[in-house]
């Protein structure tokens, strides 16, 4: 049984963080210094997380990310994910991670049957690495990525693109798919770094992305994408890997949006750029029934709005997005 909200798009894919603490401080997703982490009584307990998946997938969800926040800075993420992976109806479990701690549960992932792996990864430059994360860290991201390419694992690298930060980076990035079997998906710069500042007008947009690619790379050869799919999805012929570009901000892709997200504090999101339409975690501590829960779920699911841009305007704080994506879970 599939569930469609009021724009008649299908809910099946739930975006989960499960943290909001994070091992890097990217400048466009975070502040350097005064970050106010949720105490761990704040975050849906491993038990919560698991009745609500378990709930979710009795409404048709079939696919869950986990996100955060990094995922493996949450202590025992494993446990979390081998009783994930148990849940009826639920067939596809994915995570993103920025890669730090990832590698040493890469074999357990595999065996698990992870069906893939987002790998935040802006740069190829060890210094612009350092400059955009605030964390000299490059070594255990590339080690991850290497390790996840060996245990073939289906792997995405998702790199934001920087105006003055990272273009330099695009070239080699696309250059990766030319041996390795990787999708690298280019993402649109948005405004969720948790300070409320964005571009006045956004100059690396998805169109100035691919034509920047297709200077470079003229025989840049469209692919059919997906329903559902957030890129628009592109190869260069005799290239082993695909590239992504990613209308984020441009927000391009909302008529076909099959995603709803729960934030580390337990807030239920039907779009990313909404401040939350239901506070799951105090109706689940309230002591309510599954029936209970299901049907305020069905109300969110039946006024959800129709984009990105109305969902901005509907904001109940009345405020452009601001908030960092850590909280969100990207
Ligand atoms: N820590 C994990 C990671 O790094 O992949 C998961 C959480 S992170 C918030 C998820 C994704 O959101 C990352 O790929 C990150 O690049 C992206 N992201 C964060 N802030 C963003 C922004 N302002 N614009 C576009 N993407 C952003």
Redesign the pocket.
């Known amino acids: 049984m599939t569930l469609f909200d009021n724009h008649n798009r299908p809910i099946n894919y739930l975006r989960l963080?499960v943290t909001d603490r994070?091992?890097?401080r990217?400048f466009?997703?975070?502040p350097e210094e005064g970050i106010h982490y949720l105490p761990k009584k704040e975050l849906l307990t491993f038990e919560e997380i698991y009745r609500l998946v378990s709930l979710f997938a009795s409404m048709g969800v079939t696919k869950v990310r986990l996100?955060?926040?990094?995922?493996f800075?949450r202590t025992d993420l494993m446990k979390l994910i081998r009783s994930i992976v148990e849940i009826p109806g639920i067939k596809d479990l994915h995570l993103?991670?920025?890669?730090i701690l990832t590698s040493a549960f890469i074999p357990e992932l595999k065996k698990l049957g992870i069906a893939s792996v987002?790998?935040?990864l802006?740069t190829l430059d060890r210094q612009r690495f350092k400059a955009i994360t605030r964390r000299d860290e490059f070594e255990p991201v590339m080690k991850t990525l290497e390790q996840l390419l060996k245990e073939e694992i289906p792997v995405k690298i998702?790199?934001?693109v920087m105006d003055g930060k990272n273009i330099e980076d695009i070239l080699p990035l696309v250059e990766l798919t030319r041996n390795n079997k990787v999708d690298v998906r280019f993402?649109?710069?948005?405004?969720?770094?948790g300070e409320g500042s964005h571009y006045p007008v956004l100059s690396w947009t998805y169109k100035k992305i691919v034509s920047y690619i297709q200077e470079h790379h003229p025989d840049l050869h469209k692919l059919h994408d997906a329903d559902n799919s957030t890129s628009y999805n592109y190869t260069i012929p005799g290239y082993t890997g695909t590239i992504g570009v990613i209308a984020?901000?441009s927000r391009t892709f909302c008529g076909t949006c099959n995603r709803i997200r729960l934030t580390a504090q337990g807030v239920l999101k039907t779009c990313l750029y909404d401040n939350g339409v239901l506070d799951i975690k105090a109706l689940l501590r309230s002591g309510v029934s599954d029936d209970e829960v299901k049907e305020k779920l069905l109300y969110a699911f039946r006024h959800r709005v129709k984009d990105g841009f109305e969902a901005e305007a509907k904001r109940s704080d009345h405020l452009p997005v601001h908030e960092?994506?850590?909280t969100?879970?990207?």
Do not use: H, K, Q, R
């Not at 993103?96 to 890669?99: D, K, L, R, V």
């Open positions: 963080a994070c091992n890097l990217c466009y997703c975070m996100t955060g926040g990094e995922p800075v993103t991670t920025n890669g987002n790998l935040s802006d998702n790199a934001v993402i649109e710069e948005m405004p969720f770094n984020a901000f960092s994506m850590s969100i879970g990207g």
